[in-house]
């Protein structure tokens, strides 16, 4: 890929990125979008919609730009939880580990890959025209001495992170204790669920609960509960809280519509009675279902509690029966990160759901190598004419080869990227899991493997086949063809950190989807007194994009160090957006880390 091509990408990608930001510096001012940029402000009390015209507010501003950086660690803690601080840290140990090796890439490495003369000599006159193969260590001639300069960076650079993460690790883990003793102890941290309970002829679950732990565990045990099967009384309750919340909004908005026209006849009615008569509806009938709980089937499962801690994790890590399918045991989670579903299937059916859910990730593994292929004949101009000889004449003008070589292919796989995480969530939660949060550790880690299989191996392989067809005829030559192909991707790699890095970041800072969401609702909705969601960062999105992007700044720091400044942007712009998406208007799980 040519420098012009990749300095195309940047541009566009720039350009976006400041429109995002001017774009979100007026929308958060404006009181109709409160409930998008701002909505835990929203519904802690904290701000107030303000219908009086204001032009100031029309004007782009970078007010938040100081709040988000003097966001101390102690105020994103107590605001947002650890899972906060941890997630910011990990974007701060990238910032620290690049900024090191974008020293020694910049000031270093790349003088001495571009005083070779391996591929050949670099033309600074007409560097627009030039490859960023130049840059990389393929052009370093074969048997200089001045390689021995990036085995030693490499040693430098795997120092400095080892005692980096030796570091965070401290740090991070006399936070977690130092968060554990602060806090109240949790209904959780006593109980232990346990499934697949074998029941005897004549006797219930609830029975066989209370004979073995009495037996077994005297000093500890102290009750449980048998889990059934009720997913209509949860249903009622969850809209009852639905409806208890629009009440609250309702009567803590003065400006706010009191009714509405409902009929055929446009009838006014007030929200306030009419969602009073509602709830008490509901309440009737969570009550009438509540009695007859009893009359449930079980699940063969219940929630174990016991006097102590210490008594609880001796249950959990010690093995109940022979039988290593009967009396399992897991850690409860907290109670509003339980998942219902699979709190009745059985240990094969959990087995067979594990097994198939595996198979239905090689096989999105696969099928995803389409798009990788097509996006690697995009960077080759010449393939890209060979496939397509029609628009050969529109391929010959400058700028469109550009964009079409440096920018659409990198768009392109991160648009097809952009449906792996739910997809992914959505296999996870089939896996049976009992708790939100492990359903979104599994997803992570499902996205991430995903990512660097997909995106990595397969971008360097397929950009090998396509361009070296001659590499699978003479096996003996695989290691040094590799070792040209490979630096070779980094232009497109670069590109990537762009679109992928620069653009999606600013695109989380004005929330397009959401913003989107919003007008929708306004236009079509019949009312807009529905409560205020706040969201959550998805993880399972954002943390395999972060690890992805350490993976090719180590990867191609000695490689190509070309891509290191790149990087070193995205993660300034994550460090100060995120942050100040933590101030502001997202809501963080305290469960994913701790």
């Keep these: 890929m040519l420098v012009s091509a990749i300095l195309?990408?940047?541009?566009?990608?720039?350009?976006?990125?400041?429109?995002?930001?001017?774009?979100?510096?007026?929308?958060?001012?404006?009181?109709?979008?409160?409930?998008?940029?701002?909505?835990?402000?929203?519904?802690?009390?904290?701000?107030?919609?303000?219908?009086?015209?204001?032009?100031?507010?029309?004007?782009?501003?970078?007010?938040?730009?100081?709040?988000?950086?003097?966001?101390?660690e102690e105020e994103m803690l107590s605001s947002s939880g650890l899972d906060a601080v941890v997630y910011m840290r990990t974007i701060t140990f990238c910032l620290k580990v690049f900024s090191f090796a974008g020293i020694i890439g910049i000031f270093i490495l790349l003088p001495v890959n571009c005083s070779g003369t391996e591929l050949h000599q670099i033309d600074f006159e007409d560097l627009y025209s030039n490859s960023l193969d130049v840059f990389?260590?393929?052009?370093?001639?074969?048997?200089?001495?001045?390689?021995?300069?990036?085995?030693?960076?490499?040693?430098?650079?795997?120092?400095?992170?080892?005692?980096?993460?030796?570091?965070?690790?401290n740090y991070i883990s006399s936070k977690r204790i130092a968060y554990f003793y602060s806090s109240k102890p949790q209904p959780h941290q006593f109980t232990i669920l346990v499934r697949?309970?074998?029941?005897?002829?004549?006797?219930?679950?609830?029975?066989?609960?209370?004979?073995?732990?009495t037996e077994y565990y005297p000093t500890t045990y102290l009750s449980h509960i048998v889990v059934r099967r009720t997913s209509q009384v949860q249903s009622l309750i969850n809209d009852a809280k639905q409806l208890y919340r629009r009440l609250l909004h309702l009567q803590s908005e003065p400006s706010e519509q009191k009714y509405k026209q409902v009929g055929l006849f446009e009838k006014k009615v007030d929200l306030l009675d009419h969602y009073g008569k509602r709830l008490e509806d509901l309440e009737q009938n969570a009550r009438l279902e509540q009695s007859e709980v009893s009359l449930a089937k079980d699940t063969h499962a219940a929630f174990v509690?016991?006097?102590?801690?210490?008594?609880?994790?001796?249950?959990f890590h010690l093995q109940q029966s022979t039988n290593p399918t009967h009396w399992l045991t897991e850690e409860a989670p907290q109670p509003n990160d339980v998942f219902w579903p699979f709190f009745s299937s059985s240990f094969m059916g959990r087995w067979i759901s594990k097994l198939l859910v595996v198979v239905a990730c090689i096989l999105l593994t696969i099928l995803f190598l389409i798009p990788v292929v097509v996006v690697q004949g995009l960077t080759n101009l010449s393939q890209l004419e060979v496939w397509f000889p029609f628009l050969k004449s529109i391929l010959t003008l400058a700028f469109v080869s550009q964009i079409v070589t440096g920018y659409l292919p990198s768009l392109i796989l991160m648009l097809f990227l952009k449906i792996v995480p739910p997809i992914m969530e959505f296999l996870s939660s089939i896996q049976g899991y009992i708790s939100h949060s492990e359903i979104e550790r599994s997803a992570c880690n499902k996205v991430l493997w995903f990512t660097v299989w997909n995106i990595f191996f397969a971008t360097v392989f397929s950009g090998s086949v396509l361009n070296q067809i001659s590499i699978v005829l003479d096996p003996k030559n695989i290691p040094a063809k590799l070792a040209v192909?490979?630096?070779?991707?980094?232009?497109?790699?670069?590109?990537?950190?762009?679109?992928?890095?620069?653009?999606?970041?600013?695109?989380?800072?004005?929330?397009?989807?959401?913003?989107?969401?919003?007008?929708?609702?306004?236009?079509?909705a019949e009312s807009t007194d529905d409560e205020i969601e706040v969201p959550s960062i998805p993880y399972h999105r954002d943390i395999p994009r972060i690890l992805f992007f350490g993976l090719l700044g180590i990867a191609y720091f000695?490689?190509?160090?070309?891509?290191?400044?790149?990087?070193?942007?995205?993660?300034?712009?994550?460090?100060?957006?995120?942050?100040?998406?933590?101030?502001?208007?997202?809501?963080f799980f305290l469960s994913c880390f701790l």
């Design 485 to 524: 192909v490979v630096p070779a991707q980094a232009s497109f790699f670069i590109a990537y950190v762009v679109t992928s890095g620069w653009t999606s970041t600013s695109s989380e800072l004005f929330r397009i989807i959401p913003l989107i969401c919003s007008l929708m609702t306004k236009c079509c």
């Design 196 to 213: 697949n309970i074998p029941v005897s002829a004549g006797s219930s679950v609830s029975d066989s609960v209370e004979s073995f732990f």
């Design 8 to 72: 195309t990408s940047v541009g566009i990608n720039s350009a976006l990125c400041v429109l995002f930001v001017v774009l979100y510096s007026i929308l958060k001012k404006q009181p109709s979008y409160y409930e998008v940029y701002i909505p835990r402000l929203l519904t802690e009390g904290n701000s107030k919609r303000r219908s009086r015209f204001n032009l100031e507010r029309l004007i782009p501003s970078t007010g938040w730009l100081p709040k988000a950086w003097k966001l101390s």
């Design 558 to 587: 000695f490689l190509a160090p070309v891509i290191l400044p790149f990087l070193l942007v995205y993660f300034c712009l994550a460090y100060i957006i995120f942050r100040n998406q933590v101030s502001f208007p997202f809501l």
């Design 136 to 169: 990389t260590i393929s052009n370093v001639n074969r048997g200089s001495k001045w390689l021995w300069i990036h085995f030693s960076s490499v040693y430098a650079i795997t120092i400095f992170i080892c005692y980096l993460l030796y570091h965070e690790y």
């Design 305 to 315: 509690s016991f006097k102590t801690r210490y008594g609880a994790s001796t249950v």
